[in-house]
Every structure is written in structure tokens, then in C-alpha cells.
């Protein structure tokens, strides 16, 4: 017997096709016709917690998404391998032409909890303690400080990881340049999953603000974003 597509799936779709497409049909024939320009690309967490299209209500073809596990923007490695994170950069910046890339990770990664709270491989590949070993160097530089509990100690590194990212993203010469230029600016935010609270790196501070209703639209754009920071 054929596998059953899942059944919250095809129930999610009627909804869509019944209620949210008739309002926007318009705008899924324009970006059929001319495709799509997104101005933001996000990279994002797989967890299925924290979707950027929900928290940052986003309509179809304003968000040019990437998700991998713990948000994470390997350094530029022009070594002849496959590379997906790299692979959808190159495509957001040299043909979409994006104005910004944010960086948004989360509260209770388990990319992050695996890395802090090292433990059996989950298989013989050890595919994800391989690729949280892209922020050990970040690790060893943030030791546990004495009294800190440890959830504050993932939390702060949750948010390591999220600055590391944003380092990572300047060693690609095609961002370098064009951050460099002012065509494009990085930011970097995190998102509180059991408040649904965000977060905005301050990068003159290094601290992450809260967003509220009084926070400034554009907030963090007059800060360009430089390889010390």
C-alpha cells in the first residue's frame, strides 16, 4: 500500500486554498509572471518552532529563506564540495540582489544543546555533531562563568552562535564587498519561544534588544555591520 501523505497536510492546504489564496491569488500571479525579489533573506533554524514567514508575518515572496540546524553560516570555503548554506548566498546576493541578511536563532536550540552538552552521536555519520563543530572555536572562547546556571549558559550561547554567523557571512567576498558598499546590511535577532519575544543584536554593544511597540522601525540599520564586530 502507497504511503498516506499526511493528513494535517492536506487539511492545511484546503484551508489555505479555501481562505488565504483567494486574497492573495493576485500576488502568486505576479510572482509567477515577473518572479520573485525579495528584499531579506533570513537564515534560520530547522526547528519547527521558529518559522520566519509566521513570526515575522511575511507574504509570499518577501522572505528568501535558508534553515539548517542551529542557524548556522559556515565560513567561505571555495573547496570544491557541496555547500547549501553557501549555495543559497551566493543565489540571494548575486541574482536576487537582498538588502538585507538576518541571522535569527532561537531559545532552546537542541544544535546548540547538543554542543554544550556533548553526547553519543545520533548516528555512525555524526552528521550534526560535525556541523555544531563549526562554532567550537566560538565555544572554547565562552567558557561557563562561575554561578552562571547553565540555562543561561545555552542561552548565551545561542546568541554566540548568532554573532558568529554574522562574522562568518563577511568572509564571502560577494557580501564582504557589498556590506562594505552599502548595498547590503547583516543583522541578527533571536526569538523567545515560549514568549514569542524577539530580539535585535545591537552590535555596538553586542547586547540584543527587545523589540516593542516603541522601538524605531529601521532600528538597527543605521549600524552597518564590520568583520571586528
Not at 489564496?21 to 531579506?40: M, N
Not at 536563532?105 to 556533548?118: N, R
Request: charged residues 20%.
Amino acid at each position: 500500500m502507497p504511503e498516506r501523505f499526511p493528513k494535517q497536510l492536506i487539511s492545511g492546504y484546503r484551508t489555505f486554498a479555501a481562505h488565504r489564496l483567494p486574497t492573495e491569488q493576485s500576488r502568486y500571479h505576479e510572482l509567477s509572471d515577473i518572479g520573485q525579489s525579495p528584499e531579506v533573506m533570513v537564515i534560520g533554524c530547522c526547528d519547527s518552532r521558529v518559522s520566519p514567514e509566521v513570526i515575522f508575518d511575511a507574504g509570499p515572496g518577501e522572505l528568501f529563506v535558508v534553515r539548517n540546524v542551529a542557524n548556522l553560516v559556515p565560513p567561505y570555503a571555495p573547496d570544491g564540495e557541496a555547500h547549501g548554506v553557501s549555495s543559497a548566498l551566493e543565489f540571494a546576493v548575486q541574482v536576487l540582489k537582498v538588502k538585507h541578511i538576518v541571522v535569527l536563532g532561537h531559545a532552546q536550540c537542541g544544535g546548540i544543546k547538543a554542543l554544550v552538552e556533548p553526547s553519543a552521536p545520533l548516528s555512525p555519520g555524526d552528521f550534526i555533531g560535525k556541523w555544531m563543530s563549526l562554532l567550537s572555536p566560538a565555544l572554547d572562547g565562552e567558557p561557563r562563568k562561575p554561578g552562571e546556571s547553565q540555562h543561561d549558559y545555552v542561552t548565551r550561547i545561542e546568541k554566540k552562535a548568532v554573532s558568529t554567523s554574522l562574522d562568518n557571512l563577511m568572509t564571502f567576498p560577494c557580501i564582504r564587498i557589498q556590506v562594505e558598499r552599502g548595498k547590503i546590511q547583516l543583522h541578527g535577532a533571536y526569538f523567545g519561544v515560549a514568549h514569542g519575544s524577539l530580539s535585535i543584536l545591537d552590535r555596538a554593544t553586542g547586547e540584543f534588544q527587545a523589540v516593542t511597540q516603541t522601538l524605531p522601525l529601521g532600528y538597527e540599520s543605521a549600524r552597518p555591520h564590520s568583520a571586528s564586530n
